[in-house]
């Protein structure tokens, strides 16, 4: 259908109590042509623009549901997400379903992990591990932004539960890291705003330097771990090494909330 080939084998046994295995293989879909919007809420009268809906998450579905199967994808997008070689096992049984373990490539890199969805508490929990991945094209498909350069790793072990997906947001917890080089962090220049400063205080080399006018500080490392409760993420250790700086952090991130607190320091070395 559409632009897909879909090849597939399915089988059932027990009747009574139905056991269903499966071995799926999709060249390509793009799975962003067929998923609906977010629904929005009306206004109330006199508001202005519309309020998002907090969309309700289910897994009461997985009970009673007993299947084992093989799902291989050669390309599929997703949340802008483009990916290839997509491979998946699923285990689904009491009420519980394991997507593991899961395989990609995407971004010149690859991704593997395993995802468990229990319809016990409506909990879910992820281990993926993002290797050798260009983070800016990525960060860029997956939330529209062009913030970030550099290629490296990207490690998640995190865990969630709620009736909605804002609840599942503020019930977030696990931990996550980071580890790239050679890129550089777009939107603030900080070799430049140093100049400008040393200018200001009188230094003759730095008036005389030219201005670089290019908006991105540009790194040969950056490192940095995440422990997250409650939808808060606190990092304490962010590492940056930058060819006349080092670049130090900590704070929150508040993503049940959409806040964030951190303080980045700059050092000239």
Known sequence: FDETTIKAKAAMT???APHYGFDVDVDKINLDRYLAASPKAKPAPGAGAKVDVDVPVDL???KGLNADGKLAVGALQVQGLKLTEVKTQLRAAGGR???APHSAKLYEGT???ALTLNASGNRIALKETLSNVAIGPLVKDAAGRDAVEGRGNIALDVTAAGATVNAMKKALAGTASVALRDGAVKGINLTEALRKTRAAFGSKSAQQ???DTAQRTDFSELTASFVIKDGV???DDLDVKAPVLRIGGAGDIDIGN?????VAKATVV
């Open 233 to 235: 993420a606190r990092n």
């Open 60 to 62: 009461s579905g997985l």
């Open 111 to 113: 991704l593997a992990g």
């Open 14 to 16: 027990k009747f009574a």
């Open 97 to 99: 379903a394991d997507l």
């Open 209 to 211: 330097q030219p201005s």
């Open 258 to 262: 959409s806040r964030l607190n951190y």
